[in-house]
């Protein structure tokens, strides 16, 4: 089976029409938007399925994740209270677009290297289907030229980069390394999650 193809049998099982999406939320003080995300994600008819590094769950709580996206989240790789599956490939199956918002500077740095200490890291390894992040972070942070060689290596792979803007950042300073607006996070999501819907479909019709 390739990377691209699997996964349309766990989607018919889940009975779902809309994309399926998973949503990493990493520790930055952006984490509260992704409130806006995961409700903007959801009214477009999309399925929602949260995991929160440790980090995130210092600025947002899973509880308000999980009742706007009404499905549970995943804070904890070691959890396997809701099933014997394990749950970073299970999840991976099936899904239209694994996107991370807010990204940190040490998610990306993750990413790009292939750690996988957390769940959130783990799952993205294991995941087939097309990945977008939306970092934030001090605009120091954001130009560090290790950053920058992250982000070069993440999009030399494919991962799609939802630019951070320029403006006052929380720490007060001012440059690049605010967070896209979670309107421009969702519009960009869902249309990479609905191209790989329709594909996915299209394969399962032809097959
Ligand atoms: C108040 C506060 C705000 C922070 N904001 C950011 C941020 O916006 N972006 C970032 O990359 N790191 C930020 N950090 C640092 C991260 O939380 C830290 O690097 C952490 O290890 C990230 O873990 P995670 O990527 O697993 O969530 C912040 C830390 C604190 C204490």
């Known amino acids: ?22 949503l990493g939320v990493t520790g930055g003080i952006a984490a509260y938007k992704s409130a806006e995300i995961v409700r903007g994600l959801t009214r477009s008819g999309a399925e929602v399925h949260v995991m929160m590094s440790a980090g995130g769950q210092k600025f947002i709580t899973p509880l308000t994740l999980q009742t706007l996206s009404g499905q549970d989240v995943i804070t904890d790789q070691w959890d396997l209270a809701r099933g014997p599956d394990i749950q970073h490939i299970a999840l991976a199956r099936g899904l239209d677009l694994f996107l991370v918002a807010p990204a940190t500077a040490d ?80 519009e960009t999501a869902l249309a990479m999650a609905k191209k790989k819907l329709r594909g996915r479909l299209r394969a399962a019709a032809s097959s």
């Open 1 to 22: 089976m390739s990377r691209q193809t699997e996964g349309s049998d766990t989607r018919k099982q889940a009975g779902s029409s809309g994309p399926r999406i998973a």
């Open 107 to 186: 998610v990306l740095a993750k990413l790009a290297h292939g750690i996988a200490d957390d769940f959130l890291s783990t799952f993205y390894l294991a995941v087939t289907a097309p990945v977008a992040v939306a970092p934030a972070m001090n605009v120091w942070m954001w130009e560090h030229p290790a950053t920058q060689a992250n982000i070069a290596l993440l999009k030399s792979r494919g991962v799609r980069i939802i630019e951070p803007g320029v403006g006052e950042l929380a720490c007060g300073e001012e440059g690049v390394g605010r967070m896209a607006e979670p309107e421009t996070i969702v």
